[in-house]
DNA sequence: CCCCCCCC
C-alpha cells in the first residue's frame, strides 16, 4: 500500500488566500457542530503535515460522506472545490475553509496514523506563505478596519473587492456584519395578506452557496422594491438581513435560520459568476415511472414533456375562503409513463402548452389520491419550461418521434379504495382475507408473473366516439351501430380486454384487464392488437407470448360479482408497473421486520 | 409580519 504524499504547508498558504489546485490533506478529526438534525454541520480538524487548521467545514452536501464512515480519523482527502471566507463577530474573526468537493485519496483505516507534527498555521513562517501581494493583503480582515457606522455600500464594495464574503451557514441573529454571495434558487410570486395583526405583502426566495442554504423574505417596502431585481438563477451579494429562527414547519431548507430584508438590506447583483464558486442548482432527477413508488408528500425533481394542458381553474378554498387559480397539466417521459402536475397562480395563468414544450421541475411535491399520484408546483418549488440541458434536448427528440404515442403508465390514475397508498397483499391473502366481499371494492398490490394470455375474446369492436366505449352492433355493409350514442358509424375502434393468470409465491388467479393496461402489458395499441387478433394469427401470437412468464408490479380491485346464483370474487388490473426494486425491497425487508422483530427501530 | 395551494 502506497499512501499519498500530504500538500506539506499548503494551509498556510490557501488560509492567506492564495488559490491552490487539488491540495492533498488529512482529517485529524471530525465532529458535528449543530445538533438540529435538519441543519447538520461537520467541523473538521485537518493538516497538511506542517500545519491544521480547525476552522475546516463540510459543505452539506457532503455530510453523507460522513455518514457513510468515509471521513475517519487520518484519512488522506484530496479538495476538489473549496472556498475560504471570514465568520466571526462583526465580520472580522476567523478565516475558515469551506470543502464543498473532495475525494478520499487513502482511507483511515490504511493510514492509521498522523502524519508529521502539525502545528497551527497562524504560527507560520513568512515564506510559507503566499509569494502574490494581491493574495497576501486579501488575507487583512477589511471589514474590521471599516468605521462602525460606515455606509452599507462601503462594507458591500469592500468585500466584494476582497473577495471576502462569509457562507451562509455561517449567518446568525448573533451579529450581521456580513456580506452573502448566494445564487437565487427560486423566487415566490408576491402575496397579500390580512389577518388580525394586519395586512401587507410579501415575496420570499431560496439562496445557496457553497457552504448551504436559506429561506430570505422581503415584507411590504421592501418586497416592491426588490421584486424585479431578484431574479432566479442570478447571483447577488447581498448584506444587512435580520436572522430569526426558521420555522421548519413551513421550510425544508437545511438552515436553522431564516432571513428577512430590512429598510438596510443591500443587495447587487454580481455579473461575473464564470468562474465562481456558487454551485449551480442540483436536480435530482426521477423517471417519472419512479413517483409510483415514492411517499406522499414527498419532493420529486424530475423532466417531462407537457403532453395536455388542462384549463385554467379558479376556486375558492373552503377553510380559508381565498380563492386560487391552477391548471393541470401532464407529463410524459421515456419511462413512458405519465404523471399530472398542478401548476399555481401566475404560473398557472401564464402557461402555454400547446407547443408541448419540456417541462423541468424542482421540489415539487407529491399529492396521493385513491392510489393515484400527482405532483403540485408548491412554495419553493422551481419549473423552467424548455430548459438548455442535456435531459430535455433527448426529450425532445424522444417526443417529436412518436415517442411519447403510447404512453401507458399513468402514475395518477386512480384505484379507488382510500386516500392511502394501496397496501401491498399476497393473492392466497387476499382469497384468506375474503377482500371484495363489502359494499365498495378492495384494492390492494402485488408482485406476479404472467402465466397464461388468452387470445380469445381478447378485444372488442367499440364506438369510435372518442368518450364512448360501447361494444357495436356489426350491422352489416360496413356500418355499425352504437346503441347507446344511438348512431350509425362506417368505423369502431378496437378495445381490449386481457384476461390472463397470474402467479405470485403463494397462489394463482385470473384476472381482467381493461384497453390502456392491455396496451401497456402488450406493448402495442389495441388497434395493432385487435388488427393482428383478426388477420394475423403469427403476429398475434408472437404480441402475446411476449408477455408470458413477465413479473409486474400488479395493482388490482377485487370485488365479488353476481353472476345470476353464482357470486364470483373477481380481480382486475387497475394498472401495473415495472418493478422498482429498491421499493419492492423496502417492502420486503419491512414485512420481515414485522415478521422477526429484527431491525425494527424500537 | 407569511407559512395559503383546493377539489376528486
Known amino acids: 500500500m502506497v499512501l499519498a504524499s500530504l500538500s506539506t504547508g499548503v494551509i498556510a498558504r490557501i488560509m492567506h488566500g492564495e488559490v491552490v489546485d487539488a491540495p492533498v490533506l488529512q482529517i485529524l478529526a471530525i465532529k458535528k457542530i449543530n445538533s438540529a438534525a435538519d441543519s447538520e454541520r461537520y467541523r ?13 467545514m463540510l459543505a452539506s452536501q457532503l455530510n453523507v460522506m460522513q455518514h457513510n464512515g468515509e471521513l475517519e480519523e487520518f484519512t488522506i482527502v484530496q479538495l476538489d472545490k473549496y472556498v475560504t ?10 478565516r475558515v475553509l469551506i470543502i464543498s468537493e473532495l475525494t478520499v485519496v487513502n482511507p483511515g483505516a490504511e493510514v492509521k496514523s498522523k502524519i508529521g507534527e502539525p502545528v497551527t498555521y497562524e504560527n507560520a513562517a513568512k515564506q510559507d506563505l ?4 494581491a493574495a497576501t493583503s486579501n488575507s487583512k480582515p477589511v471589514a474590521k478596519k471599516e468605521p462602525i457606522h460606515n455606509n452599507n455600500n462601503v462594507v458591500m464594495n469592500s468585500s466584494i473587492n476582497s473577495g471576502m464574503t462569509h457562507p451562509i451557514s455561517s449567518l446568525s441573529p448573533y451579529q450581521n456584519k456580513w456580506v452573502i454571495k448566494a445564487r437565487v434558487t427560486s423566487k415566490s410570486g408576491i402575496r397579500t395578506w390580512s389577518n388580525a395583526r394586519g395586512e401587507g405583502k410579501l415575496f420570499s426566495m431560496d439562496l445557496m452557496d457553497e ?19 431578484i431574479q432566479v438563477d442570478s447571483v447577488y451579494y447581498i448584506s444587512k438581513c435580520q436572522l430569526k429562527p426558521a420555522n421548519k414547519q413551513y421550510s425544508s431548507l437545511n438552515n436553522a435560520y431564516e432571513m428577512t430584508f430590512s429598510g438596510e438590506t443591500v443587495v447587487q447583483l454580481c455579473e461575473d459568476t464564470d468562474d465562481d464558486p456558487i454551485p449551480e442548482i442540483k436536480y435530482n432527477l426521477v423517471p417519472i415511472s419512479d413517483v409510483s413508488g415514492m411517499e406522499n408528500k414527498a419532493a420529486v425533481d424530475t423532466i417531462g414533456i407537457c403532453k395536455e394542458v388542462g384549463e385554467l381553474q379558479s376556486f375558492v378554498a373552503r377553510t380559508t375562503n381565498k380563492e386560487f387559480k391552477k391548471r393541470d397539466i401532464t407529463l410524459v417521459d421515456m419511462s413512458n409513463s405519465a404523471i399530472s402536475l398542478t401548476l399555481w397562480g401566475d404560473d398557472a395563468v401564464n402557461f ?10 424542482k421540489g415539487t411535491r407529491i399529492n396521493e389520491f385513491n392510489g ?5 408546483l408548491g412554495g419553493g418549488s422551481i419549473m423552467k419550461i424548455n430548459p438548455d440541458i442535456p435531459e430535455a434536448h433527448k426529450l425532445r427528440g424522444w417526443f417529436d418521434n412518436g415517442g411519447g404515442d403510447s404512453v401507458a403508465n399513468m402514475v395518477s390514475a386512480r384505484t379507488g379504495g382510500g386516500s392511502f397508498s394501496t397496501e401491498w397483499m399476497t393473492l392466497k391473502d387476499a382469497r384468506a382475507r375474503n377482500l371484495g366481499s363489502g359494499d365498495k371494492p378492495d384494492y390492494f398490490q402485488c408482485k406476479a408473473v404472467v402465466h397464461i394470455v388468452k387470445q380469445e375474446n381478447a378485444f372488442y369492436r367499440a364506438c369510435p366516439q372518442s368518450d364512448c366505449n360501447k361494444k357495436v352492433v356489426d350491422e352489416g355493409n360496413d356500418q355499425f351501430r352504437c346503441e347507446k350514442c344511438n348512431a350509425l358509424f362506417p368505423n369502431f375502434k378496437y378495445r381490449l380486454l386481457i384476461n390472463m393468470s397470474i402467479g405470485d409465491w403463494t397462489s394463482n388467479r385470473w384476472v381482467s384487464s381493461f384497453n390502456e393496461v392491455g396496451e401497456q402489458l402488450l406493448g402495442h395499441t389495441s388497434q395493432e392488437v385487435g388488427e393482428a387478433l383478426e388477420n394475423d394469427p403469427a403476429k398475434a401470437e ?4 411476449a408477455l408470458n412468464f413477465t413479473s409486474h408490479i400488479f395493482k388490482l380491485r377485487c370485488k365479488n360479482e353476481v353472476y345470476g346464483d353464482m357470486t364470483r370474487n373477481k380481480l382486475t388490473v387497475q394498472s401495473v408497473a415495472p418493478i422498482n426494486h429498491k421499493e419492492y425491497n423496502k417492502h420486503l425487508l419491512k414485512e420481515l421486520q414485522e415478521l422477526t422483530g429484527i431491525g425494527s427501530s424500537n
Request: glycine content about 10%.
Open 130 to 133: 503566499a509569494p502574490k501581494p
Open 85 to 94: 471566507s471570514l465568520v466571526g463577530k462583526d465580520g472580522a474573526g476567523k
Open 352 to 361: 402555454d402548452g400547446h407547443v408541448q414544450p419540456v417541462i423541468l421541475v
Open 44 to 56: 473538521i480538524l485537518i493538516s497538511d503535515g506542517k500545519y491544521f487548521n480547525s476552522y475546516a
Open 211 to 229: 457552504s448551504g442554504e436559506i429561506r430570505a423574505t422581503a415584507f411590504k417596502e421592501q418586497c416592491d422594491k426588490f421584486y424585479d431585481l
Open 372 to 376: 393515484g399520484k400527482s405532483l403540485s
Open 542 to 545: 408472437q404480441i402475446f407470448s
